[in-house]
């Protein structure tokens, strides 16, 4: 009977597989954006217990970079380069250069607390500072004005075009961006799973003080930890660009407050949590769009997250921590 | 070595920071603000826009007419509307950018309102900067007239707008919202075929300017039987992927957005026809930038005309490309608020003294038998605009350019 009910609230457009599988994609490719974004919280809160609340300004001057480099280049509609050497070349730019402003706020901004013992709030307020000022610094530097990447200009407009396989309809610019975060967080998983880094990595997050001892440079795992997680936000910076076009300097803040209820409901400090997270709260979003509201997707969003953590505090994937007496 | 790398930092951000002061200093170009009271000898008025920011196309648009303006009044040049035998005070701008902020807008108010010889303040440019800024200047006894902001509200006070702006101090030399939902409503069904029954998908952009414009728009299109898809989405929020899917999935044979970012039309737009949607367009003012949209058949309905088109003013438009480069057409209403303000100063100071509130009170004295715009020009009591242009509908051309197709 409900279900009945349920049925006669749709549209019978919003019934349709081909409407279900769109909003799927949409929903995946927006969720891979959140997903890249969220693992550099939760890499960097699982080692530090950090919140680290400048990493959505790293992904806006990632989206920058590539910006820069896609318009050095001649834009998308002339590029002087093969569309594939540009979409590198972006990448590569943005990823190296957002992870180098990662290890530079690192090194500045919280290195210096965390050798002074600083109470937990202090880095917290400090990453809001590097926040606010990296804002203020690209709104002054590149302008508050919405710099376009005009996806629909590249290669003529064929990689913004939707193909169909059957009931299936998918853009190659949606594959782009789904295919690079899966083959990014592919990576991730066995630079932590299967190097020594990455095992030093986990050490470190497991207990700080005691991968010290152990002969771990601490130091030098938090600075790899925060030029891999930068990157990552670069790389999701650039896919933003390409995938939404537009990008300004509060596009990072946006994105950013998702990606972090993202890494909060896969739980935090959960690489896979984060991915899921991540995934999870773009097809919430593509959903509450295509089946309910516009008005409502952040309602409906947040609604989850507390709804979730209220049934489960410490998200998906998310551990307990242990009563220390 | 501790202290010399904390010096170290400390220069580092020291040095940013004066790098990113003369930078915001420059691009500003605001004047510095004097301490002298008001004068007849050469009047100073506030200048506000949005010249910075995702709105700044306009707000330059809008600088430069008013300092074309100045300039011609100063010299005493011709100016449509303004009588040979007026004694025009000379005038002297401040300017200030708003960057269509409503916080930045207010700060703005405060320091033109401590500023004893601002008589009159041209702006703000957006609905929402006058209602945070619009209550500073009047507390101030300054009158101020607006080239754009269009939202019913400010001029009615049985609204929470109306109520702080308060009438006798804002102003505008453009109509309002209620025109332009009328106007792009009656375009649609009437000229673009609409039928009752059809879909029509309207979009806001979770702002003070597009929410209330696009609820009465779609009180309009219901009452013509249409069905209406209400949408809503914040501008910061850039991801129209499903909204797309969604306007093409039910059949809308149109969409009609309203926001203050251009680009974002651009991209709604790319991603609609990237879905296949075949429909019409229609955005409003807030999209008029031939910059950053441009997607071929798109429609967008403005307040301004086309002032290319205005035979009168060829010299004055060629005048304005030759120091400024091309008009998008949007600052040409600025020009005639600034043109209300000069006249209603000249007024005031015909016994050698002035008060900002004989500015006030001349301002709705100004009669302009004919303005840059091509109408006559006179305020209601209510501070809205008497005569002027209604809304002008543009269509954007396979070369990007925007072409009148049906003037206002």
Same mark, same amino acid.
């Given at each position: 009977?409900?279900?009945?009910?349920?049925?006669?609230?749709?549209?019978?457009?919003q019934?349709?597989?081909?409407? #279900?599988?769109?909003?799927?994609?949409?929903?995946? @490719?927006?969720?891979? #954006?959140?997903?890249?974004?969220?693992?550099?919280?939760?890499?960097?809160?699982?080692i530090?217990?950090?919140?680290?609340?400048?990493?959505?300004?790293?992904?806006?001057?990632?989206s920058?970079?590539?910006?820069?480099?896609?318009?050095?280049?001649?834009?998308?509609?002339?590029?002087?380069?093969?569309?594939?050497?540009l979409?590198?070349?972006?990448?590569?730019?943005?990823?190296?250069?957002?992870?180098?402003?990662? *290890?530079?706020?690192?090194?500045?901004?919280?290195?210096?607390?965390?050798?002074?013992?600083?109470?937990?709030?202090?880095?917290?307020?400090?990453?809001?500072?590097?926040?606010?000022?990296?804002?203020?610094?690209?709104?002054?530097?590149?302008? @508050?004005?919405?710099?376009?990447?005009?996806?629909?200009?590249?290669?003529?407009?064929?990689?913004?075009?939707?193909?169909?396989?059957?009931?299936?309809?998918?853009?190659?610019?949606?594959?782009?961006?789904?295919?690079?975060?899966?083959?990014?967080?592919?990576?991730?998983?066995?630079? *932590? @799973?299967?190097?020594?880094?990455?095992?030093?990595?986990?050490?470190?997050?497991?207990?700080?003080?005691?991968?010290?001892?152990?002969?771990?440079?601490?130091?030098?795992?938090?600075?790899?930890?925060?030029?891999?997680?930068?990157?990552?936000?670069?790389?999701?910076?650039?896919?933003?660009?390409?995938?939404?076009?537009?990008?300004?300097?509060?596009?990072?803040?946006?994105?950013?407050?998702?990606?972090?209820?993202?890494?909060?409901?896969?739980?935090?400090?959960?690489?896979?949590?984060?991915m899921?997270?991540? #995934?999870?709260?773009?097809?919430?979003?593509a959903?509450?769009?295509?089946?309910?509201?516009s008005?409502?997707?952040?309602v409906?969003?947040?609604?989850?997250?507390?709804?979730?953590?209220?049934?489960?505090?410490?998200?998906?994937?998310?551990?307990?921590?242990?009563?220390?007496? | 070595?501790?202290?010399?790398?904390?010096?170290?930092?400390?220069?580092?951000?020291?040095?940013?920071?004066?790098?990113?002061?003369?930078?915001?200093?420059?691009?500003?170009?605001?004047?510095?603000?004097?301490?002298?009271?008001?004068?007849?000898?050469?009047?100073?008025?506030?200048?506000?826009?949005?010249?910075?920011?995702?709105?700044?196309?306009?707000g330059?648009?809008?600088?430069?007419?008013?300092?074309?303006?100045?300039?011609?009044?100063?010299?005493?040049?011709?100016?449509?509307?303004?009588?040979?035998?007026?004694?025009?005070?000379?005038?002297?701008?401040?300017?200030?950018?708003?960057?269509?902020?409503?916080?930045?807008?207010?700060?703005?108010?405060?320091?033109?309102?401590?500023?004893?010889?601002?008589?009159?303040?041209?702006?703000?440019?957006?609905?929402?900067?006058?209602?945070?800024?619009?209550?500073?200047?009047?507390?101030?006894?300054?009158?101020?007239?607006?080239?754009?902001?269009?939202?019913?509200?400010?001029?009615?006070?049985s609204?929470?707008?109306?109520?702080?702006?308060?009438?006798?101090?804002?102003?505008?030399v453009?109509?309002?919202?209620?025109?332009?939902?009328?106007?792009?409503?009656?375009?649609?069904?009437?000229k673009?075929?609409?039928?009752?029954?059809?879909?029509?998908?309207?979009?806001?952009?979770?702002?003070?300017?597009?929410?209330?414009?696009?609820?009465?728009?779609?009180?309009?299109?219901?009452?013509?039987?249409?069905?209406?898809?209400?949408?809503?989405?914040?501008?910061t929020?850039?991801?129209?992927?499903?909204l797309?899917?969604?306007?093409?999935?039910?059949?809308?044979?149109?969409?009609?957005?309203?926001g203050?970012?251009?680009?974002?039309?651009?991209?709604?737009?790319?991603?609609?026809?990237?879905?296949?949607?075949?429909?019409?367009?229609?955005?409003t003012?807030?999209?008029?930038?031939?910059?950053?949209?441009?997607?071929?058949?798109?429609?967008?309905?403005?307040?301004?005309?086309?002032?290319?088109?205005v035979?009168?003013?060829?010299?004055?438009v060629?005048?304005?490309?030759?120091?400024?480069?091309?008009?998008?057409?949007f600052?040409?209403?600025?020009?005639?608020?600034?043109?209300?303000?000069?006249?209603?100063?000249?007024?005031?100071?015909?016994d050698?003294?002035?008060?900002?509130?004989?500015?006030?009170?001349?301002?709705?004295k100004?009669?302009?038998?004919?303005?840059?715009?091509?109408?006559?020009?006179?305020?209601?009591?209510?501070?809205?605009?008497?005569?002027?242009?209604?809304?002008?509908?543009?269509?954007?051309?396979?070369?990007?350019?925007?072409?009148?197709?049906?003037?206002?």
């Open positions: 009977m409900h279900a009945l009910h349920l049925v006669g609230y749709f549209e019978p457009f019934l349709t597989w081909r409407y #279900l599988f769109a909003q799927l994609v949409a929903g995946l @490719t927006l969720g891979s #954006l959140y997903a890249l974004m969220a693992l550099g919280y939760s890499m960097v809160y699982g530090l217990k950090l919140l680290n609340f400048a990493h959505g300004e790293v992904f806006m001057i990632g920058y970079i590539g910006y820069f480099v896609l318009t050095a280049l001649g834009g998308s509609a002339n590029p002087s380069v093969p569309v594939a050497l979409l590198v070349l972006m990448f590569g730019a943005a990823m190296i250069g957002s992870g180098v402003l990662g *290890v530079v706020v690192e090194r500045f901004a919280y290195r210096p607390l965390r050798r002074a013992h600083a109470p937990r709030i202090a880095p917290l307020i400090s990453a809001l500072g590097v926040s606010f000022c990296l804002q203020q610094l690209a709104s002054i530097f590149f302008t @508050t004005q919405y710099k376009q990447y005009d996806p629909f200009g590249l290669s003529g407009g064929t990689l913004t075009t939707p193909f169909s396989i059957g009931a299936f309809q998918i853009s190659w610019m949606q594959l782009i961006v789904i295919l690079t975060a899966a083959f990014l967080m592919v990576v991730l998983t066995q630079l *932590v @799973t299967r190097t020594q880094i990455g095992r030093a990595m986990r050490a470190t997050s497991y207990d700080l003080e005691a991968a010290a001892m152990m002969g771990i440079d601490v130091d030098r795992v938090v600075v790899f930890t925060f030029f891999v997680g930068s990157a990552l936000a670069g790389a999701g910076g650039v896919m933003n660009g390409l995938y939404l076009s537009n990008t300004f300097p509060l596009v990072g803040f946006n994105v950013g407050l998702i990606a972090f209820t993202a890494a909060v409901v896969g739980g935090i400090g959960s690489i896979p949590g984060a899921l997270g991540g #995934l999870a709260i773009g097809l919430a979003k959903f509450a769009i295509g089946y309910w509201s008005a409502y997707q952040d409906i969003v947040f609604c989850i997250l507390i709804v979730f953590l209220l049934i489960r505090p410490s998200g998906i994937f998310g551990v307990p921590a242990p009563e220390k007496v | 070595m501790k202290k010399l790398r904390a010096v170290l930092g400390a220069a580092i951000v020291l040095g940013i920071a004066a790098a990113a002061a003369s930078v915001a200093g420059a691009k500003t170009g605001s004047t510095a603000v004097t301490a002298a009271g008001p004068s007849c000898k050469k009047a100073t008025i506030g200048v506000t826009g949005p010249f910075t920011g995702p709105a700044a196309s306009a330059i648009d809008q600088r430069n007419w008013a300092d074309l303006f100045v300039s011609y009044w100063n010299s005493g040049k011709p100016i449509p509307g303004t009588p040979k035998s007026l004694k025009r005070v000379k005038l002297a701008e401040i300017k200030a950018d708003t960057q269509l902020n409503p916080q930045v807008a207010a700060t703005v108010a405060v320091q033109l309102r401590a500023n004893k010889a601002v008589l009159a303040v041209v702006g703000f440019s957006g609905s929402q900067e006058n209602v945070a800024g619009g209550p500073i200047l009047r507390r101030g006894g300054l009158a101020f007239v607006s080239g754009s902001a269009t939202r019913a509200s400010l001029t009615d006070p609204t929470p707008d109306g109520h702080v702006l308060s009438n006798g101090f804002f102003h505008r453009v109509p309002n919202d209620n025109a332009q939902a009328a106007v792009d409503v009656t375009f649609l069904t009437k673009l075929g609409i039928k009752a029954g059809e879909t029509v998908m309207t979009v806001d952009q979770a702002e003070a300017y597009s929410v209330p414009l696009i609820t009465l728009a779609t009180q309009l299109l219901q009452k013509a039987g249409v069905k209406v898809d209400r949408q809503s989405q914040p501008a929020q850039t991801d129209f992927t499903s797309a899917q969604k306007a093409v999935a039910e059949g809308a044979k149109a969409v009609m957005f309203a203050q970012v251009a680009s974002n039309a651009q991209l709604f737009l790319q991603q609609l026809k990237a879905d296949g949607f075949n429909g019409k367009w229609i955005s003012d807030g999209t008029f930038d031939s910059s950053k949209f441009t997607v071929p058949g798109a429609y967008i309905s403005s307040f301004s005309l086309d002032v290319h088109q035979k009168a003013d060829a010299a004055i060629a005048d304005f490309k030759k120091r400024y480069g091309d008009t998008i057409s600052g040409a209403p600025t020009w005639v608020a600034t043109q209300m303000i000069a006249h209603a100063i000249s007024l005031a100071c015909a050698g003294r002035v008060t900002r509130s004989e500015v006030r009170a001349d301002l709705n100004v009669k302009l038998s004919t303005s840059l715009l091509g109408r006559p020009i006179a305020f209601q009591k209510s501070g809205d605009v008497q005569g002027g242009i209604s809304f002008t509908i543009f269509q954007i051309g396979s070369d990007g350019k925007y072409n009148v197709v049906q003037p206002g």
